[in-house]
T-cell receptor, first 115, second 114 residues
Framework: DGGITQSPKYLFRKEGQNVTLSCEQNLNHDAMYWYRQDPGQGLRLIYYSQIVNDFQKGDIAEGYSVSREKKESFPLTVTSAQKNPTAFYLC??????????????FGDGTRLSIL | AQSVSQHNHHVILSEAASLELGCNYSYGGTVNLFWYVQYPGQHLQLLLK??????LVKGIKGFEAEFIKSKFSFNLRKPSVQWSDTAEYFCAFSPDTGRRALTFGSGTRLQVQP
């Protein structure tokens, strides 16, 4: 079945440590996205990529970094500069680089906690 | 700045009651509108979407939404809810030009009591 795979499901980070969240899709989608979900705040956009080797900052990019070396992969690194990283992280993808009306497909998420 | 307001944070209904969840967006241009649902323990799924044409759109599981451009609203409705509709519902939009990513509302948690 086609879909989005996020790993790990749960992740713990020590203070001062960088961690990388994986997101892989086999939907052949051009665009990929990272959101952060906090209770009562909905989903907020961290980074997005509309094509390989290109990505853009979202609304809350500080303390995060991404890469898009392959079409199917869009890993997110939570750096030590992110002071409040505890959250639920969702990866999504959508078809087409020029079509904003394409719905996004979501992964199951990664829950990151600080030790 | 673009934003989405969902007026109800937590709604509790009995089975067979009618549902209406409010959603207003803030953006001056043409938008594409979505409702997503997150059932307990599952990933976010598309419920319905509006791009153009008939402002009344029908989605899965008997849900519908009406786009009222003059009110910047896209309210979700269902005539008769079921216990299985218990979930969190998110309204979202993307502009037709510029940044193509979604802007989400804060979500409405719906609890349907049997």
């Amino acid at each position: 079945d086609g879909g989005i795979t996020q790993s790990p499901k749960y992740l713990f980070r020590k203070e001062g440590q960088n961690v990388t969240l994986s997101c892989e899709q086999n939907l052949n989608h051009d665009a990929m996205y990272w959101y952060r979900q906090d209770p009562g705040q909905g989903l907020r956009l961290i980074y997005y990529s509309q094509i390989v080797n290109d990505f853009q900052k979202g609304d809350i990019a500080e303390g995060y970094s991404v890469s898009r070396e392959k079409k199917e992969s869009f890993p997110l690194t939570v750096t030590s500069a992110q002071k409040n990283p505890t959250a639920f992280y969702l990866c999504a993808s959508s078809q087409g680089t020029g079509f904003s009306n394409q719905p996004q497909h979501f992964g199951d998420g990664t829950r990151l906690s600080i030790l | 700045a673009q934003s989405v307001s969902q007026h109800n944070h937590h709604v509790i209904l009995s089975e067979a009651a009618s549902l209406e969840l409010g959603c207003n967006y803030s953006y001056g241009g043409t938008v594409n509108l979505f409702w997503y649902v997150q059932y307990p323990g599952q990933h976010l799924q598309l419920l319905l979407k509006y791009f153009s044409g008939d402002p009344l759109v029908k989605g899965i599981k008997g849900f519908e939404a009406e786009f009222i451009k003059s009110k910047f609203s896209f309210n979700l409705r269902k005539p008769s809810v079921q216990w299985s509709d218990t979930a969190e519902y998110f309204c979202a939009f993307s502009p037709d030009t510029g940044r193509r990513a979604l802007t989400f509302g804060s979500g409405t948690r719906l609890q349907v009591q049997p």
